[in-house]
């Protein structure tokens, strides 16, 4: 019996414990794609600062950027030329799928939320 009260209060706090930080939403939405001298670029508009990861199908390289608010950033790839992927999530968050080729349906569907952590890319 001891072993399932501890087993309970351990569940309980764990649940707290993420209770503490819930899950936001994506920041896809501030986002504006342009082209800038042949590049392809995105703009953060929202009032706060965005992780952004970017993948290119072409050679699956992932770059990760903080883009701060107003800001611009070039992801170094020629506009239309490429097919990819990207996440954008508060700063200190990541996407709640793992970032790669496997999850690009639902993460070009936007069918991600994000959740508190640091990205690996």
């Given at each position: 019996?001891?072993?399932l009260?501890?087993?309970?209060?351990?569940?309980?706090?764990?649940?707290?414990?993420a209770?503490?930080?819930?899950a936001?939403?994506?920041?896809?939405?501030c986002?504006?794609w342009?082209a800038?001298k042949?590049?392809?670029?995105?703009r953060?508009?929202?009032?706060?600062p965005?992780t952004?990861?970017f993948?290119s199908?072409d050679?699956?390289?992932v770059?990760?950027?903080?883009i701060?608010?107003?800001a611009?950033?070039?992801?170094?790839?020629?506009?239309?030329e490429v097919e990819?992927?990207?996440?954008?999530?508060?700063v200190?968050?990541?996407?709640?799928l793992r970032?790669a080729?496997?999850?690009?349906?639902?993460?070009?569907?936007?069918?991600?939320?994000?959740?508190?952590?640091?990205?690996?890319?």
């Amino acid at each position: 019996m001891p072993r399932l009260l501890l087993s309970l209060l351990l569940l309980v706090l764990a649940g707290s414990a993420a209770a503490q930080y819930p899950a936001k939403a994506h920041m896809e939405g501030c986002l504006v794609w342009a082209a800038a001298k042949g590049n392809l670029v995105v703009r953060n508009e929202c009032s706060r600062p965005t992780t952004f990861l970017f993948m290119s199908f072409d050679d699956g390289h992932v770059v990760q950027s903080e883009i701060a608010p107003g800001a611009w950033f070039n992801t170094g790839r020629r506009a239309g030329e490429v097919e990819f992927m990207f996440t954008a999530c508060p700063v200190g968050y990541i996407p709640s799928l793992r970032f790669a080729v496997e999850n690009k349906g639902p993460i070009s569907d936007s069918l991600y939320n994000c959740q508190p952590g640091r990205p690996d890319a």
